[in-house]
């Protein structure tokens, strides 16, 4: 049972104490590329909030690598040096511990914003500017440099957003929950950008129907006769990042997906073709009745970290790890060795043991 931890830069640097935290844990996935967060640190000795206000890259942005992309990293203002991954990779790993490079893709409200040409757009024409679109080339070549400069001198790449994100997005004072029905839900999420429309014109539909229809449909909750070439395009897009992303990696990758081919989000849903170009899916297993989503992410024999999370209700967590192992899970990812206070950390310790018990 291989167990992971995840963790921010700014939990390990200036703490101690952080390494004896991830003690059983065989891997820590440490942010190198990552969105924008309020993060709690509440064992942290110096601090108790992280405001890292826009997306950034944990390693130094360099300017010879970077130089004529209009999609470009920035590095984080709120740390004192430009390669925090790397220092605090350096502690993590004279504990004896693999590091993971832990790299967000495709979730970037300032690019987005910035250039909303790249970002999701809805059939209404909304855009969601913490959203880039697979679909266009500039992204996928984007998010492949940023995959392998955030990854140089990693053991394990940790691939997040590697897809589209879609509606369902926390922000803040957010006002959407439970506004739209799942179905509703599911074509507001559909990207309608440039690129995604070229891409139904080519699966034989008419863009100007599909948009009025689609409209119709979020406001009946109704299904669309053509939804299995949005789903097509959506894949096609999502295995193009992926190829591009890959092939600047040599070294194991595991990718956060999700088996509902339909979702969108953190861990984007599985295409026919993914697995075994990728050595482990990471499942989101949060909350606890979702062994039957790890279940169905490893059939065909696929390695599964399940996804776990120790920030909600201690109700039978330690029974769902035990529930998740028996499903199929090869290994549990914790969410979150930094976020989490001291007293949820003894948790994390019985989860462990009740997986391996299976």
Known sequence: MRLTGHAYPWDVLGDRGFVARAEGMETVALAAAYHSVRAATPQHPKHQLVNATHAALYRPVRASVWEGRRLRPLEPTWLSTSDSWDRAAAELRAAGLRVSAWVVLTHNSRLGTEFPDVSVVNCFGDRYPYALCPSHEEVRSYAALLAAEAARDADEVSLEACGQLGLVHGSHHEKTDNAWTRTAQRWLSVCCCSACQEGWSSRGLDPVWVLSTLREAVRASAEVPFADELLATRHAATDLLRAEVLSELDVPVV???????????????????????????????????????????????????????????????????????????????????????AWRLPTITAMAKAARSV
């Open 255 to 341: 990718l956060h997906a999700h088996p509902d081919p339909w979702v969108t989000g953190a861990s984007p849903g599985l295409t026919p073709s993914t697995g075994p170009d990728v050595s482990a899916l990471v499942v989101p297993a949060w909350p606890t009745d979702s062994a039957p989503v790890v279940a169905a992410a490893a059939e065909a024999g696929r390695q599964v970290d399940a996804y776990v999370t120790v920030l909600q209700s201690e109700e039978g967590l330690i029974d769902h790890a035990r529930d998740v192992a028996k499903a199929g899970a090869t290994g549990l990812a914790f969410y979150h060795l930094g976020l989490a206070p």
